[in-house]
C-alpha cells in the first residue's frame, strides 16, 4: 500500500523559509514522480513542483521558481520542498503527491488528476 506522509509545516513570517517532507512508502514501481499541490482557503488546488524518479528532473510553477526548490533523497524515500522567501500568498495546505505511472514525455505534472496518491496535509502559515 502506497502511503504519503507530509511533515514540516508551520508557521512563519514574510521573508522566512520552511522544509516540508514526504516519506514515502509502499513503492513498487520503476517509474514516478512526487509532487507538491497546494490549496489555500476558498481557491483551487495548484500545482506547485514535483520531481521525477528516474532522472530528477523538476518542475515548479511560475509563482514559486527561484524560491522553491524540490529535492530527492532516494536512500530515504523521501522528498523535500525547500521554501525560501516565503510570502503570504504562499500559505495554504500542502499535499505531496505521487504519479505511479509516470511517462517523462507524457505525464502533465501540474494536474491533479495526473497523480494516484495523496497524502494528508500539512499547513504552512506565512504572516505578513
Known amino acids: 500500500e502506497v502511503q504519503l506522509v507530509e511533515s514540516g509545516g508551520g508557521l512563519v513570517q514574510a521573508g522566512g523559509s520552511l522544509r516540508l517532507s514526504c516519506a514515502a512508502s509502499?513503492?513498487?514501481?520503476?517509474?514516478?514522480?512526487i509532487g507538491w499541490f497546494r490549496q489555500a482557503p476558498g481557491k483551487e488546488r495548484e500545482a506547485v513542483s514535483c520531481i521525477s524518479s528516474s532522472d530528477g528532473t523538476t518542475y515548479y510553477a511560475d509563482s514559486v521558481k527561484g524560491r522553491f526548490t524540490i529535492s530527492s533523497d532516494n536512500a530515504k524515500n523521501t522528498v523535500y520542498l525547500q521554501m525560501n522567501s516565503l510570502k503570504p500568498e504562499d500559505t495554504a495546505v500542502y499535499y505531496c503527491?505521487?504519479?505511479?505511472?509516470?511517462?517523462?514525455?507524457?505525464?502533465?505534472?501540474?494536474?491533479?488528476?495526473?497523480?494516484?496518491?495523496w497524502g494528508q496535509g500539512t499547513q504552512v502559515t506565512v504572516s505578513s
Open positions: 503527491t505521487a504519479d505511479v505511472d509516470w511517462d517523462k514525455y507524457g505525464s502533465i505534472w501540474y494536474t491533479a488528476y495526473e497523480y494516484e496518491y
Open positions: 509502499g513503492f513498487t514501481f520503476d517509474d514516478y514522480a
